[in-house]
């Protein structure tokens, strides 16, 4: 089955330091990846859409300069979380599509800033 | 704007009862609905996926239904176990990415 992977699992940072987190898909590719974010008890709230080779689409209310989208492959897509603040401190799961319809979730990036 | 709802937030239920855990959404032009599981901290894993024209998928102990019509669906446990305590999520496809539920958090006590 289709696999997506993150790195890294877990992050720990300080206020004002750049975070990047990786999101790859591992035996097919990836047209199309998502990055979702869910805060405690929360459910999962996409924050933007990227297709690779071109400009992220953002949902409204998330900073498109603030978070940092990458999709320079067609296996791999990165986010990162420009001077990051405590109140960013989230879980980030990303999601990859290929040519069918399915959304493949990878097992999410746990993100605290101190 | 789709809004997905899940009813209810959280279910406390003995070992070895049958559940259902219910899943609402507002725009009924969807293309699939799909259950996931979330254990704490963790990522999701996809539990069934039920396309807009079929009316249910079963996967073991569990049963979801949907009725797009009505924009409802419901994911049935049978016979349930202390593994199954999980947060369950619904999530509905249309013109967007998949717009998510807030979960019910299960508890299976033994």
């Known amino acids: 089955g289709a696999v997506v992977s993150q790195h890294p699992s877990w992050v720990i940072c300080k206020s004002g330091t750049s975070v990047k987190i990786e999101c790859r898909s591992l035996d097919f590719q990836a047209t199309t990846m998502f990055w979702y974010r869910q805060f405690p008890k929360q459910s999962l709230m996409l924050m933007a859409t990227?297709?690779?080779?071109?400009?992220?689409?953002?949902e409204q209310g998330v900073e498109k300069d603030k978070f940092l989208i990458n999709h320079a492959s067609l296996t791999l897509s990165t986010l990162t979380v420009t001077s990051a603040h405590p109140e960013d401190s989230s879980f980030y799961i990303c999601?990859?599509?290929?040519?069918?319809?399915?959304?493949?979730f990878g097992p999410g990036t746990r993100l605290l800033v101190l | 704007k789709q809004e997905v709802t899940q009813i209810p937030a959280a279910l406390s239920v003995p070992e070895g009862e049958n559940l259902v855990l219910n899943c609402s959404f507002t725009?009924?032009?969807?293309?699939?609905l799909q259950w996931f599981r979330q254990d704490p901290g963790k990522g999701l894993t996809s539990l069934l996926l039920i396309q807009s024209s079929q009316r249910e998928q079963t996967s073991g102990r569990l049963n979801a239904s949907l009725d797009k019509s009505s924009g409802r669906s419901t994911l049935y446990i049978a016979a349930s176990q202390p593994g199954d305590s999980a947060t369950y999520l619904c999530?509905?496809?249309?013109?967007?990415?998949?717009?998510f539920g807030k979960g019910t958090r299960l508890s299976v006590i033994a």
């Open positions: 999530a509905v496809r249309g013109n967007t990415p998949l717009v």
């Open positions: 999601s990859a599509k290929g040519a069918g319809e399915t959304q493949y």
């Open positions: 725009d009924s032009a969807i293309y699939n």
């Open positions: 990227s297709n690779e080779g071109s400009k992220a689409t953002y």
